[in-house]
């Protein structure tokens, strides 16, 4: 019988992988999520060098604006570490946001409990380990339930993002919470209290350039994830059981522990994600707006992009803040909405794409082969 | 009254449930094949905005716009999964991050936004809409009347296609084909099955009954467009693929079970009961993760199990 083999061409794997993939391919996918993104724009009628050169001057060029682009890079930078650690180690945590919203919810109702008569290196500290804390706790559902039920984790951490959404809503909105402003306008359109000064997160301004305390807490933590990953036994413990859980097991190790463990670190990376969003910029607790800005799933984005490499997602969320950046300070008629959100998908749909074009080589088959669909 | 309610109720269950059926249904075909696809909320809002293009731009009968609408929806949907089937069947990169790029570009902040923007959808309600309609006659039975056959076009067409689904994958040549694809490719390969074009067209047609899930939603329950209109209705039907066990008769119970706590806030506010709505909203979120933790008990999953080859690219190199 002749076999009709799929397509034109297979993928060979190569012998040798070459030391520039490091960079070749995010660097290499950013702009061929580009050039797929002008092709849409283009078809759809929009001029894309146009849209594009406006992005630039709002993310990066004009005066002030990367200042905004790191108020939005500070979330991406903790729900980009989030998703990094936690794939690295096959845990797919897709909960980033939902933990990133417990992380302001616990933060933002620390520094409320604490008052305006609280020292400021009580306060901030306060919220940050009440954020990570939060998060901490709401990635362990998912992982606890992955290691000791053979849970799902993306579903179950899907679906608890959906609950922390409720949650958040229902503080401000559907109830007199301690969360709520309840004097003032806040009795005619419910909004969150605004947390007192004194836990304010501090602003350092370089010439022009205004660096959120947060931004500067989340190299910081960058950091020390790289050096837990590469120096420490628990780094060495998550290598293993992601990359080989029989091994892990035979080991010695605990599978299950380490998973619950990365779980909970993943999880207050988010958290703190939501600690820095209310102490640096929102200073309330805000349902919408967080539901709006979606950090928590554009951190997916960032780990992707960055290889899951810690210190390379510092630099990407600078790249995807300032796109994020430039949607919110551009929405209006002239500046397609959604356009965020395509860019994101196609730099994830053109990283992985990348990622295999680098470690395997395109063959041509001759002989029996013919083309069905679309497979060029 | 008590009555009236339990009718109520059961017959929104129904209602709200169809999307879920459609879209579970698809994704039991393409994971029956081998591949998760992850990206069904995405793909649902790509069929919504794409029924609501049709049915907003298009003016004339009923009969003529609501099939091209859903017809354009299964369009839309599998256009986005072909990208997913592209990536995962052709280059073998992860199924679990393909779909998750999915759902990002097409879904609330990516295409279904931007197109909706571009045609400016959502400023009024769509002209043609599937209403309720009783289709056999059998509208006046007592209880199971009003519950069953008043219900839309696409339910109707979702019981047909529910059971034809079954016969398919159970009882014909092809889809015996296709459960060997899911389970063991490098066997169904040897025995002259082309595993590559079987995934391809599974992961369409998945795409396809997500459209039309979509579809449920522009043409019938809102019937607009709005942003992100599905709600994470997308990710439900994932859950109950599982809770289904890959079954579609299993996955319509549960199907149902979910319409009716997504529905009970609409159907017990109307009606005066009082329950916390923090409770109501989060319902089918928590309801979710309470079944996945049932049903992925491993006693229940040696028996009825997921495909051997889910989630794994075939290359024919490697045997």
Redesign the interface.
Known sequence: MMRTTFSGFRLEPRSHLPRHINWTVPIGSFFAALFAGALLLLVTGQNPISVYQRILERAFLDTGSLSGTLIAATPLLFTGLCAAVAFRVGFFNIGGEGQFYIGAIFSSGIALALGRDAQVWIAIPAMIIAGALGGALWAAIPGVLRAYLRTNEIITSLMLNYIAGVIAVYLIFESSSFWRDLEGTGKMFPKGKVIPEVAFWPEYGIGSLVVPFGFVLGIATAAWIAVLQRRTRFGYEMRVVGGAPTTARYAGMRPGRVIVAVAAVSGALAGLGGAASVGNFRHILDPKGMQQSGFGYAGIVVAALARLNPVAVIFVSIIIGGITNAGYALQGPDFPSGLVGILEGLILFCTLGGEVLMRYRVVRTRGVSSNVVGAQ | MNDNLFIVVFAAAIYYGTPLVYAALGEILAERSGVIN?GVEGMMLLGAVGACWVATSIDGPAGLVLPIAVIAAMLFAAGGA??H???TI?????Q???G???T???????????????WDLGQSPVANQFGRMDLFGWGDLPVLGPILFNQTLLTYISWLLVVLTSIYIFRTRWGLQLRAVGESPQTADSV?V????SR??HV?AGGAFAGIAGACFSLSILPTWQ?GMTL?QG??A??LV?FGFWRPDLMLVGAYLFGGLSSLRYTLQARGVEIP??FL??LP??M??VV??VV???AA?RQLGAPAALGKPY???ER
């Open positions: 992850l072909l990208i089937a592209f990536l052709t280059l073998r990169v992860n679990i991050i393909s998750l790029a999915l990002i570009f097409a879904g609330v902040a990516g295409v279904s936004s931007y197109l909706a923007g571009l002259g082309a595993v590559q074009r391809y067209l369409l942003n994470g990710w439900i994932l859950a599982i709505q923090l909203d989060s979120y928590v979710t993760i996945l933790v992925s008990n491993s999953r290359e024919r190199e």
